[in-house]
């Protein structure tokens, strides 16, 4: 069965500094990849997702990721965070498109 | 984008009485729903996936006589937690796409629920 592993539960960023959460998954095969955020009160949203061909992928609110096959990974990237990014970040595969397999989620805090 | 509702957004029930929790589609027909849960500081953890007029297919594990699930229209599907008991308090979450595969899946805000 696949699995995700978000390393990093919770995570300070100062505003305006460059983000990265990490991503790790457990599959045969390359799955499906895909980065949501939750805010309070909102419904999980999808940033990007990653199917096939080129590795770095842009989502919206300017993230983007990189898939890495030889380190199983798929790490969330911003530049410069807003103090509006602050949010719970999840990680999630799906073998054929079918059903998601979410990770633990990763709280980012943004600080003035 | 697609708008997805919950409702409602927190309940607090008696242990043994029976929760229902809405999931609708407010602009879009959706072919395919699904439910998590999600507790406290863990991942979402799919529950069912549902098709309009189908019976419900559940998670291994998921009790289908205590989560019953129905998705009588294209706009609508609901989770029925029956004889609630306090390990059954979580948030619950649907998502619902208007054809097939999690890519085009649209959530819903979620449900808390408390059972005293």
């Known amino acids: 069965a696949q699995s995700v592993t978000q390393p990093d539960i919770h995570i300070t960023v100062s505003e305006g500094a460059s983000l990265e959460l990490r991503c790790n998954y457990s599959?045969?095969?390359?799955?499906?990849l895909f980065w949501y955020v939750q805010s309070p009160g909102q419904g999980l949203q999808l940033l990007l997702k990653?199917?096939?061909?080129?590795?770095l992928v842009q989502g919206i609110k300017g993230f983007e990721a990189e898939f890495k096959r030889s380190q199983s990974s798929f790490n969330l990237r911003k530049p410069s965070v807003h103090w509006s990014d602050a949010a719970e970040y999840f990680c999630?595969?799906?073998?054929?498109?079918?059903?998601?397999?979410f990770g633990t989620g990763t709280r980012l805090t943004i600080i003035p | 984008g697609a708008v997805v509702s919950q409702h409602p957004s927190r309940v607090i029930c008696k242990s043994g009485t029976s929760v229902k929790i809405e999931c609708r589609s407010l602009?879009?027909?959706?072919?395919?729903m699904f439910w998590y849960r999600q507790f406290p500081k863990k991942s979402l953890m799919l529950m069912a996936t549902?098709?309009?007029?189908?019976?419900?297919?559940?998670e291994q594990g998921v009790e289908k006589d205590k989560f019953l699930i129905n998705h009588a229209s294209l706009t609508l599907s609901t989770l029925t937690v029956t004889s609630a008991h306090p390990e059954d308090s979580s948030f619950y979450i649907c998502?619902?796409?208007?054809?097939?595969?999690?890519?085009?899946?649209?959530f819903g805000p979620g449900t808390r629920l408390t059972v005293l």
């Open positions: 602009d879009f027909q959706a072919t395919t």
């Open positions: 999630a595969v799906s073998p054929g498109n079918e059903k998601l397999t």
């Open positions: 990653y199917f096939s061909g080129d590795t």
């Open positions: 998502s619902a796409g208007a054809r097939a595969g999690v890519d085009t899946q649209y």
């Open positions: 549902s098709n309009e007029g189908s019976k419900a297919t559940y």
């Open positions: 599959y045969g095969a390359t799955p499906y």
